[in-house]
C-alpha cells in the first residue's frame, strides 16, 4: 500500500496538556455568566461593533439561522437575543476577521500544521481562495476556480467506475446546495453519499421509521408548552441545544415535570438562568429536572424496560395506565411487547440500569396518571451498538401511553447540525430511493443508480482498500468526525484526490490524497451576493420547519463562491455541455433551483413562497396518525433485546462527549465550564470508587488503550478526574478518543460508530 504519501503527519491533535485548573461542575447554566462568555468570543474573533450588529440578526425573520445547532426558532422571535452561548460562539468562529491565505500556506507546510491543536488550526482564520496540494508537494498554493474544477472533473472521468467516488456532506449546507450536490453524485453515477448524520441520528430514522414511518420527530415547539412530563434521555441541551432549556423551562411553568435519564448530572438539566427574560437573569435560575435517573451507559433499554415492567403491573392492578384504545385503533404487536417484558426480571433490570429503585417507582407512578409525554433524545441513545433498539424502547413507551399525534406528546430526536435533517431530506443518502429516482428522471430526463452506494463506515475500508480513489467533502471534517482515526486517515491518504469545501482550516485538509483541493466557500452569516443583491437559502430544522436564511455580513474575500455554486461549477466542468441538467444555471439561479427541488422532493414544492417568515412545516405522517406505510397500516411495538459487553474485570465503558467550548471538531476553547474543566481537554472523567480500586488518585497521568478482535489502540495522555459518573463508566471528550474505536464497530442497522460506549482499560503513562 502506497500511504503516507506524505511523510510525519500528525493525524491527531498533540497530547500535551495546556494548563487544567478545576472548579466545582456547575448546578446551572447560563444567564449572565454565558452571556459574557458569548460576547467575549464574538468580540474577540470580530470586533464589538461587528459582533453586536451581526448578533441581531441572527435567527430573526428576515436574518440569517443560527449556524450552531437544529433547534427551532419560536415562532415570534424577541428583538432582543434571540440566540444563545454556544451560538454566538458558532457565530464567532465562522465570522472571524482572520484570513487564511496563500502567504500563510508558503509559511507553513501540511506537516507542520498538522502538528498543531486542533484549537490551534481552528483559530487559524476564514479560507479565504481556492488552494492547491500538488502531488509530491508539503505546501498547498492558491489556484483558481477554473483550474480546480477542471482538475476534479479530470479526475473524475480516469475513475473506471462511477463507484470510485465518494461525495460526504456535513450537516451545515442549505437545501438547495445539498440538493444539487446529491443530484450530481447520481447524474455521475453514484449513491455514495455518506453523511454526518450516519455518525449521529441514523439509529434515530431507522428506529422511527421501522415503528413509525417517518425517520423524524413528531413534536412541534408549542407541545413543550402543554406536555405534562418531558423526558431527556441521553442528551445535555445545557451545552448543545441551548435554547432547549427555555421550552423545558415553559413546560415547567405550565405544571408540566421533567425527567432526565444521564449517566453525568448535566448542569443545564438540573438549573437554568434563562437569558433571554430579565427575571431569569435576576432570579435564582429554575430547577429544571423533577427526576433525575443516573443511569449506567447503554443500560436505557434495561432502565425503560423496567418502567415498563412497573406500569404494566399498576395496569394489571388497577387499570388506566395504559391508553387501551390508542393501542387497539392504532398498533401491532402489543400482546408479543407484554409477553417479551416478562422474560426479564425486575431485578435483573434494576442492577443492569443501576438506578436508585425509589427514583424510578417516582417515574412510574409520575408517567401511570399522565398521557401527555414527549420523549427527547440525542448521541447518548444513537451512538451504541443497540442504538436503533434504544431509539424503539422509546417508542414502545410513547405508544403504551397514546402519547402520538395529539398536542404536548411525541417523539424528539434533537438533531445536531443546522440543516443535517434538510440535507436528508433533499437527497443526501446512500440507499436507494424508487420514488427519489422517478421523480429525477421525469424532471430532468436521467437515470438515477439503482444500486446503494456507502456510508461513512463503509467509505473508509472502500478508500483504504483502494476502491475508492476521490473523496469530496461538502464540509465537516471527516478524519477528525469519524471512528478509528488512524485507520481512517491512511483510507484518506490512498485516495488520488481529496476536495474539501469548507469555511475554515481543520485537520481533513492536511491528512489528504495524492492530490488536494480546498474550496473556500461561503458561510451562513455571509451575504450571498448576485448582481449586486443578497439572496438567501432554506433550511429545515429539528421539528421539520423550512425557513429562509439570508447572510448578513460581507464575506471576507471576494474569491470564495457559495456552496451551489461550487458543486454547479464541478458538475459543469465535468459534463461539459453534454447532460440534460443546466447545472450552471442551476448553481447561479436559487430561485430555479428551488422550483426544480420541489418537482422532486415530497414537502418541498412552492418552496419559494412558502419558506418565508417563519417558514412552514413539512408533512408528517405521525402528526396526523397516518401508518398507512408500516406493517397492517399499524405503529409497530418492538421486542429489544438487553446490551451484552462482556468486561472483563479492569475494562470500563468510555463515552466519548462534547465539551462546552467546542462543536463537534472545531474547537472554540479549552473551558468545559459546567462540568468545572478549564483550559484543558485532556481529562477522563472517573468514579472515585474506581480510581480507589485502580490506585489513582486526581490528575494522575493515563493512557487510554481499547482492545477489539485482539488488536490494541491507544491514546496518550489524560488526567484523572474524580467525578459523579456510575461506577464503571468513564467519559472523556470527542475527537480525541476517535482512535480507541475500531471501524468494525457500529451499530446494529444504523452502522453509526459505537462513539458512546468504547469498552477500554487504563495504563499510568510514564
Ligand atoms: N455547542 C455545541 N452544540 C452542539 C454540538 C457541539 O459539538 N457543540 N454538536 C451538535 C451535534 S452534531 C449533535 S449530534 C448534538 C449532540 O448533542 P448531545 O447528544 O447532547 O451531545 P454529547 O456531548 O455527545 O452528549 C451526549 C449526552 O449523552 C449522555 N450519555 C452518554 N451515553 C449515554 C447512555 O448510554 N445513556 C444515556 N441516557 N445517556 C448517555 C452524556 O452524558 C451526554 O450528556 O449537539 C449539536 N449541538
Ligand atoms: N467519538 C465521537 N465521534 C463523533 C461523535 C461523538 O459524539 N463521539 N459525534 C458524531 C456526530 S454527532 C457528528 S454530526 C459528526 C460531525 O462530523 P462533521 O460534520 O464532519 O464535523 P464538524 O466538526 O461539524 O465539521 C466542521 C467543519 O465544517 C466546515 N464548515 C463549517 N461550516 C460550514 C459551511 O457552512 N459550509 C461548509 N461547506 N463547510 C462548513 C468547517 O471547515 C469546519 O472545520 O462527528 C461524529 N463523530
Ligand atoms: S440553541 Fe442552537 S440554534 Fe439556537 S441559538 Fe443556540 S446554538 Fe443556535
Ligand atoms: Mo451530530
Known sequence: MPFPIRKNIQTQSSAEFTGIELTKPAN????????????????????????????????QK???????????????????????????????????????????????????ISRWSDFKIGKSGRLVAPMLLKPGSNHYEECTWEEAFRLIADHLHALDNPDQAIFYTSGRSSNEAAF????????????????????????????????????????????????????????????????MLSALEKCKRNGGKIISINPLQEAGLIRFRNPQEISGMLLNGHGLTDIYLQV???????????IEKKLAALEKANGNVFDHEFIEKYTEGFESFLAHLETHSEQELLELCGVDENLINETVALLSKKSKIIICWAMGLTQHKNGVENIKECVNLLLLKGSLGKPGVGTCPVRGHSNVQGDRSVGIMHFVSKELNEAIKKTFGFDAPDHEGVDVVKAIPAMYEGKAKIFVGLGGNFVS????????????????????????????HLITGKTAL????????????????????TVENSMGIVHQSKGFLDPISDNIKSEPEIVAGIAAAYFREDHPVKWKSLGSNYEL???????????????????????????????????????????????????????????????????HDQFNTTIYGLNDRYRGIHNERRVLFMNESDMIQENLKKMDVVNILSNYDGQERKVFQFLVIPYNIPKGNLAAYYPETNPLIPIQEYADKSNTPISKSVRVSLEKAD
Open 593 to 659: 433551483l428551488r422550483e426544480k427541488l420541489g418537482e422532486v422532493i415530497l414537502g418541498f414544492k412552492d418552496m419559494n413562497t412558502k419558506s418565508e417568515g417563519f417558514g412552514y412545516y413539512l408533512p408528517n405522517n405521525v402528526r396526523e396518525l397516518d401508518f398507512s406505510k408500516l406493517p397492517n397500516q399499524k405503529a409497530q411495538f418492538s421486542t429489544t433485546s438487553l446490551p451484552v459487553h462482556d468486561l472483563q474485570e479492569n475494562e470500563y465503558l468510555l463515552m466519548s462527549i462534547r465539551s
Open 481 to 508: 468526525a469519524a471512528s478509528d482515526t488512524e485507520y481512517t486517515a491512511k483510507a484518506l491518504q490512498n485516495c488520488d484526490l481529496t476536495v474539501q469545501i469548507s469555511t475554515k482550516l481543520n485537520r481533513s
Open 180 to 243: 444539487l450536490y446529491g443530484l450530481f453524485a447520481r447524474a455521475f453515477g453514484t449513491n455514495n453519499m455518506p453523511d454526518c448524520s450516519n455518525m449521529c441520528h441514523e439509529s434515530s430514522g431507522i428506529g422511527l421509521s421501522e415503528t413509525l414511518g417517518i425517520g423524524k420527530g413528531s413534536v412541534k415547539l408549542e407541545d413543550f408548552d402543554k406536555a405534562e412530563v418531558v423526558m431527556v434521555i441521553g442528551q445535555n441541551p445545557g451545552t448543545n441545544h441551548p435554547r
Open 296 to 306: 449506567k451507559i447503554n443500560q436505557d433499554v434495561a432502565l425503560l424496560k423496567l
Open 518 to 537: 480546498i474550496l473556500p466557500t461561503l458561510g451562513r452569516s455571509d451575504k450571498d451576493l448576485k448582481d449586486g443583491k443578497p439572496r438567501h437559502f
Open 28 to 59: 446551572y447554566a447560563a444567564g449572565f455568566t454565558g452571556v459574557k462568555v458569548a460576547l467575549q468570543h464574538t468580540f474577540k474573533e470580530m470586533g464589538a461593533i461587528k459582533s453586536l450588529q451581526t448578533l441581531s440578526h441572527m435567527n
Open 62 to 112: 428576515d436574518g440569517f439561522d443560527c449556524p450552531g445547532c437544529a433547534w427551532p426558532d419560536p415562532e415570534h422571535p424577541s428583538k432582543v437575543a434571540e440566540y444563545c452561548e454556544n451560538g454566538a460562539k458558532a457565530l464567532a468562529e465562522e465570522a472571524t476577521n482572520k484570513e487564511v491565505d496563500n502567504a500563510f500556506f508558503s509559511n507553513y507546510s501540511v506537516q507542520e
